[in-house]
T-cell receptor, first 113, second 115 residues
Framework: AQSVTQLDSQVPVFEEAPVELRCNYS??????LFWYVQYPNQGLQLLLK??????LVKGINGFEAEFNKSQTSFHLRKPSVHISDTAEYFC???????????FGKGTLLTVNP | NAGVTQTPKFQVLKTGQSMTLQCAQD?????MSWYRQDPGMGLRLIHY???????DQGEVPNGYNVSRSTTEDFPLRLLSAAPSQTSVYFC??????????????FGNGTRLTVT
């Protein structure tokens, strides 16, 4: 079985500041990693994913994440956030199938003017 | 395309009542699933289906039933509602079960309160 730890439950930042949302995972097998975003009163949507290859992956809306196998981390970053980035962000891992997808507890990103 | 449609958006039940949460997708996805989202708990898988006529239990199946008679629909039934089932419920689907190449598409959720 695998587990996901999102180290911060809430991250407040000012508009145009950089942000990093931290995610660590544990697994006895290789996993695929994802970040999903949930805007207020909506379902989740895929932000980006790491399957293999380059450890730096780029997603929608200017977000990127870096896979670090030695530290078992998959942190999400954006160099300059906007008000519209206010949302909850979920890190998720799976060894292969969607029914084995494990979500973290989420990080609420609040971007203030 | 409508994507994944959930109805109703809000529901209030009394303890012991039963109800069905509806989920429909128009993307011809084989895989469908139900999650519940509780504050500070993330998303937990209730039941899932890998195709019409095939369902299986997830992490928290107790108190819920599902069936999959068509590719498009995957209703979630609460047999006898309890306050512990107060939650936001999400239906999600994907083209295949392979999470590596088939990300989940989520509905907008049903907010259920059991009093």
């Amino acid at each position: 079985a695998q587990s996901v730890t999102q180290l911060d439950s809430q991250v407040p930042v000012f508009e145009e500041a950089p942000v990093e949302l931290r995610c660590n995972y544990s697994s006895s097998v290789s996993v695929y990693l994802f970040w999903y975003v949930q805007y207020p009163n909506q379902g989740l949507q895929l932000l980006l994913k790491y399957l293999s290859g380059s450890t730096l992956v780029k997603g929608i809306n200017g977000f990127e994440a870096e896979f670090n196998k030695s530290q078992t981390s998959f942190h999400l970053r954006k160099p300059s956030v906007h008000i519209s980035d206010t949302a909850e962000y979920f890190c998720a891992v799976t060894p292969g199938s969607n029914y084995k997808l494990t979500f973290g507890k989420g990080t609420l990103l609040t971007v203030n003017p | 395309n409508a994507g994944v449609t959930q109805t109703p958006k809000f529901q209030v039940l009394k303890t012991g009542q039963s109800m069905t949460l509806q989920c429909a997708q128009d993307m011809n996805h084989e895989y469908m699933s139900w999650y519940r989202q509780d504050p500070g708990m993330g998303l937990r898988l209730i039941h899932y289906s890998v195709g019409a006529g095939i369902t299986d239990q997830g992490e928290v199946p107790n108190g819920y039933n599902v069936s999959r008679s068509t590719t498009e629909d995957f209703p979630l039934r609460l047999l006898s509602a309890a306050p512990s089932q107060t939650s936001v419920y999400f239906c999600a689907s994907s083209y295949s079960t392979g999470g590596y190449n088939s990300p989940l598409h989520f509905g907008n959720g049903t907010r259920l309160t059991v009093t």
